[in-house]
């Protein structure tokens, strides 16, 4: 039975802060539109309150984008989590102090499932928006088939998300 959650991160999850700078500037709010284009040729600056202790943990940035330590996709990219969502997501760089991060910023907009629309279960949604709720929530819709994030993030032993089932047919 296919159940789309609402993702975000966890409350407990260390935070990354945005740094002021010009390249930084106009990249929030995380609601759909790309970001890439304010910085195409380098990381946007982030503060980071500490180096990264455990590379399956994310970090909190703000709300409507996941944010992982770079570490996170380990030495083979099609055995790593990244590979679930890598094709579904604009992958942003971040900077900190001393660790690289990557951010995913969805532009993927789907009807609300109360107007009737059918998710092709043949197709995967690791990650999108639903036009009418606030547009910095993100989804994933969990299925049999395909990349689902919540079973990556379980079969990885992945930390600092949370998961809260919102719709189930």
Same mark, same amino acid.
């Given at each position: 039975?296919?159940?789309?959650?609402?993702?975000?991160?966890?409350?407990?999850?260390?935070?990354?802060?945005?740094?002021?700078?010009?390249?930084?500037?106009?990249?929030?709010?995380?609601?759909? !539109?790309?970001? =890439?284009?304010?910085?195409?040729?380098? $990381?946007?600056?982030?503060?980071?309150?500490? /180096?990264?202790?455990? %590379?399956?943990?994310?970090?909190?940035?703000?709300?409507?984008?996941?944010?992982?330590?770079?570490?996170?996709?380990?030495?083979?990219?099609?055995?790593?989590?990244?590979?679930?969502?890598?094709?579904?997501?604009?992958?942003?760089?971040?900077?900190?102090?001393?660790?690289?991060?990557?951010?995913?910023?969805?532009?993927?907009?789907?009807?609300? !499932?109360?107007? =009737?629309?059918?998710?092709?279960?043949? $197709?995967?949604?690791?990650?999108?928006?639903? /036009?009418?709720?606030? %547009?910095?929530?993100?989804?994933?819709?969990?299925?049999?088939?395909?990349?689902?994030?919540?079973?990556?993030?379980?079969?990885?032993?992945?930390?600092?998300?949370?998961?809260?089932?919102?719709?189930?047919?």
């Amino acid at each position: 039975m296919p159940q789309i959650y609402r993702v975000t991160p966890d409350p407990s999850c260390p935070v990354l802060r945005l740094v002021d700078t010009p390249q930084n500037r106009g990249l929030l709010p995380f609601d759909g !539109p790309t970001k =890439g284009h304010l910085s195409p040729k380098e $990381s946007f600056r982030v503060h980071q309150d500490a /180096a990264v202790a455990d %590379p399956k943990q994310f970090w909190a940035l703000a709300p409507g984008i996941i944010v992982y330590p770079e570490a996170m996709i380990g030495d083979d990219v099609y055995a790593s989590p990244y590979y679930c969502w890598a094709y579904y997501v604009e992958l942003l760089s971040f900077a900190g102090e001393s660790d690289h991060f990557r951010g995913m910023n969805t532009e993927q907009i789907y009807p609300h !499932p109360r107007t =009737g629309f059918e998710f092709d279960l043949n $197709s995967s949604y690791p990650l999108f928006r639903i /036009a009418g709720e606030n %547009p910095t929530d993100l989804f994933c819709l969990e299925q049999k088939t395909g990349d689902n994030l919540l079973s990556t993030y379980t079969k990885h032993g992945l930390k600092g998300l949370r998961f809260e089932e919102v719709w189930t047919w």
